[in-house]
């Protein structure tokens, strides 16, 4: 069975800390790592990795897979209150059907 | 570009009853899927339909548990005799063929009393 681990399961720390998310994964056929943020409402997507060592990035957050040990990373710099939510680590395979597998997700909270 | 559509966002029905929650996707988006997320778990898989197919039903409990996504309307997820077990976030997404990233609705909280 297809597997999503994610480390820590929680997290506070300081608004302008950095952090660092991972996720390890065991999926049958693997194709690619997704990367959503979930707050209150629906999980918005961040990233999709397909390809080992290429880092992603969007403004102060990160992104980078590692196939080979099959794990990835998502960093966040200079946090702000705002990045404070559930950050959710999917894999996904090459089946017939985009079916993600999910981790239970980091939650993260950024305190002033 | 409304996203993806799901109601009631809440939903609350005694053991025994009938429970359908309903999805439109994306405009544009032909492929629906469905996730439930109980408390302190992560999402999981239940159902993947196209128009008028269901493409992949294999994380859909086999008992009590119907999808479909008609021709003309919206998806509908529908849950017969509803036990507590049964209450959890109910995720829809979508994504156009051949895409992978899947666009999700804000979810459907179903509390079985």
């Known amino acids: 069975e297809d597997k999503v681990v994610q480390s820590p399961l929680s997290l506070v720390v300081h608004e302008g800390d950095t952090v660092t998310l991972n996720c390890s994964y065991e999926?049958?056929?693997?194709?690619?790592l997704l990367w959503y943020k979930q707050e209150k409402k629906a999980p918005t997507f961040l990233f999709m990795l397909?390809?080992?060592?290429i880092e992603k990035k969007s403004g102060r957050l990160s992104s980078i897979l590692d196939k080979k040990e099959l794990f990835s990373i998502l960093n966040i710099t200079a946090t702000q209150t705002g990045d404070s939510a559930i950050y959710l680590c999917?894999?996904?395979?090459?089946?017939?059907?985009?079916?993600?597998?999910f981790g239970t997700g980091t939650r993260l909270q950024v305190t002033l | 570009n409304a996203g993806v559509m799901q109601n009631p966002r809440h939903l609350v029905r005694r053991r025994g009853q009938e429970a359908r929650l309903r999805c439109s996707p994306m405009?544009?988006?032909?492929?629906v899927y469905w996730y439930r997320q109980l408390p302190e778990e992560g999402l999981k898989f239940m159902v993947y339909?196209?128009?008028?197919?269901?493409?992949?039903e294999s994380g859909m409990p086999k008992e009590r548990f119907s999808a479909e996504f008609p021709k003309e309307g919206p998806s509908i997820l529908r849950i017969q005799q509803v036990v507590r077990g049964d209450s959890a976030a109910y995720f829809c997404?979508?994504?156009?063929?051949?895409?992978?990233?899947?666009?999700f609705g804000a979810g459907s909280r179903l509390t079985v009393l």
């Open positions: 405009k544009g988006h032909s492929h």
């Open positions: 339909l196209q128009k008028e197919n269901i493409i992949d």
């Open positions: 999926v049958t056929n693997f194709r690619s």
């Open positions: 397909t390809s080992s060592g």
């Open positions: 997404a979508s994504s156009y063929s051949g895409a992978n990233v899947l666009t």
């Open positions: 999917a894999g996904l395979n090459t089946g017939t059907a985009s079916k993600l597998t």
